[in-house]
């Protein structure tokens, strides 16, 4: 069982589920320490005051806030004013369909489980599982966790509750500014052909077919430099031309593609 981040209750209506928040993820990259390479011992980082050239303590460390080139000096007491109030529950504000939310705006994935081994609590968790599995319909609400208060989406998943956190409206930058290749629409010979190559390369969705490549090749290396083995780098790959006739290379890769 991963290490609780939260507990409280999810709160829809007048129901009130006690329910702990627990990583959908975890973390399976190669975390490094730096080290002095000379002699191999471990590098710390410190505060220093750029005027005085002195270390300075967590105490002393105040906060700043660049305003129009000017600097905006603000106190822990002023920022405790500011934070959002504590709470112990999720606050359902409304359901939406899951289909209608840009996965842009999905940031990190939790889990909800039932928290303690009261009957009682398991029969409201699985009943909330229940009705929400039977609907195409997410939760949206918020919560606060830590010194931050968070949108976040709950859906069934496989038999529980999963908490995805989201990302509001204002940070998302707009497509607008976005470079899209012009204006001039492509010849529909040319969509017709792309269309075709996607087709062909339709498959179903199964994320276990997906590795980290770079995470096993980085394993390997570990390995090997623990067995003393040579490392050698590969040959850089040469990034491939564009397309001089679009048309032509579609129709290529269409067969490349159909012939397998």
């Known amino acids: 069982m991963p290490r609780t981040l939260w507990s409280g209750s999810l709160s829809f209506g007048l129901v009130n589920v006690p329910v702990q928040l627990v990583s959908a993820v975890r973390d399976l990259d190669f975390h490094f320490r730096q080290l002095h390479e000379k002699d191999k011992a471990p590098i710390e980082q410190r505060r220093y005051c750029a005027e005085e050239d002195i270390e300075v303590t967590w105490e002393e460390v105040a906060h700043s806030y660049d305003l129009d080139g000017k600097q905006v000096v603000v106190t822990d007491e002023e920022l405790a004013s500011v934070q959002p109030r504590k709470t112990r529950t999720i606050d359902i504000e409304g359901f939406v369909d899951l289909a209608d939310v840009d996965p842009i705006f999905f940031d990190?994935?939790?889990?909800?489980?039932?928290?303690?081994?009261?009957?009682?609590?398991?029969r409201a968790y699985r009943l909330l599982v229940e009705a929400m599995g039977s609907t195409d319909r997410a939760a949206l609400g918020r919560f606060v966790m830590r010194t931050k208060e968070y949108l976040a989406l709950v859906r069934a998943r496989d038999g529980a509750l999963s908490l995805t956190t989201l990302r509001f409206a204002d940070e998302v930058r707009p497509t607008k500014p976005v470079p899209s290749?012009?204006?001039?629409?492509?010849?529909?010979?040319?969509?017709?052909r792309a269309v075709a190559v996607i087709e062909e390369l339709s498959t179903d969705w199964d994320p276990g077919r997906y590795e980290d490549c770079y995470r096993e090749r980085l394993r390997r290396v570990i390995e090997d430099k623990r067995k003393r083995r040579k490392i050698e780098a590969p040959e850089p790959t040469r990034q491939p031309a564009p397309a001089e006739d679009l048309m032509e290379a579609l129709e290529r890769t269409l067969e490349e593609v159909r012939s397998g």
């Open 181 to 192: 290749g012009g204006r001039k629409k492509p010849a529909k010979a040319q969509v017709d």
């Open 108 to 122: 990190h994935p939790y889990f909800l489980v039932p928290a303690g081994e009261s009957e009682g609590t398991r």
